[in-house]
């Protein structure tokens, strides 16, 4: 069974203080896996998409990585506007449109 | 674009009630998804559409729900009777592909079933 693992399920940073979050996954041959931000009320935002192990993408202060088992997202230098909710999702090969989302990581991050 | 556009924002009902969730998707986008997120079981894919067919409805829970898609701007998801489990917030998705493409949320629907 195709399954999504993120840990850990609360983190608490100080601004500046750098960190990383976890994606762990099991699936059918990864078409894609997906990193979004959620903020609260609000629906989950697009940040990036990996398609294979190696792979690295970058917006701002945000890293994104993908080895064959999990993928980082690693945030430099944090500021609070980056307090949210990530959320890792995964598509397996065959599943056109079907994401499978992890339960998330809200991250805090105190001035 | 205004993006995806969800309406009710806030939904309060009593246990046995109908519940009609309404979306518009972003124009030109030929996916559509409703999901569901609580805070016991995350983010899970109810069903989705592809040019207004629904293509997989694996995570609709029970004959309750139900979701139609009448036309490319326009799609529901009702629950019929309602019960306090479907308590959750239900978002509405669209893309343009489906295939690696990323996910346009709206700002979902927060149901209470009393």
């Known amino acids: 069974e195709d399954q999504v693992t993120q840990s850990p399920e609360a983190l608490r940073l100080q601004e500046g203080e750098s960190s990383s979050l976890n994606c762990s996954y099991t699936?059918?041959?990864?078409?894609?896996l997906f990193w979004y931000r959620q903020d609260p009320g609000k629906g989950p935002e697009f940040l990036f998409t990996?398609?294979?192990a190696g792979e690295e993408k970058e917006k701002e202060r945000l890293k994104a990585t993908l080895t064959k088992k999990e993928s980082f997202l690693h945030i430099t230098a944090p500021k609070p506007e980056d307090s949210a909710t990530y959320l890792c999702a995964v598509q397996a090969a065959g599943n056109t449109g079907k994401l499978i989302f992890g339960q998330g990581t809200t991250l805090q991050v105190k001035p | 674009d205004a993006g995806v556009i969800q309406s009710p924002r806030h939904e309060v009902t009593e246990m046995g009630q109908e519940v009609t969730l309404r979306c518009k998707p972003i124009s030109g986008h030929d996916y559509l998804f409703w999901y569901r997120q609580t805070m016991m079981r995350g983010l899970e894919l109810l069903i989705y559409f592809n040019n207004n067919v629904p293509i997989d409805d694996s995570g609709m829970p029970e004959d309750r729900f139900s979701a139609k898609m009448p036309n490319a701007s326009f799609s529901t998801l009702k629950i019929q009777p309602s019960e306090p489990r479907d308590s959750a917030v239900y978002f509405c998705a669209s893309s343009e592909t489906g295939v690696n493409e990323k996910l346009f949320f709206g700002s979902g629907t927060q149901l209470s079933v009393l």
């Open positions: 990996l398609y294979s």
């Open positions: 699936v059918s041959g990864l078409r894609g």
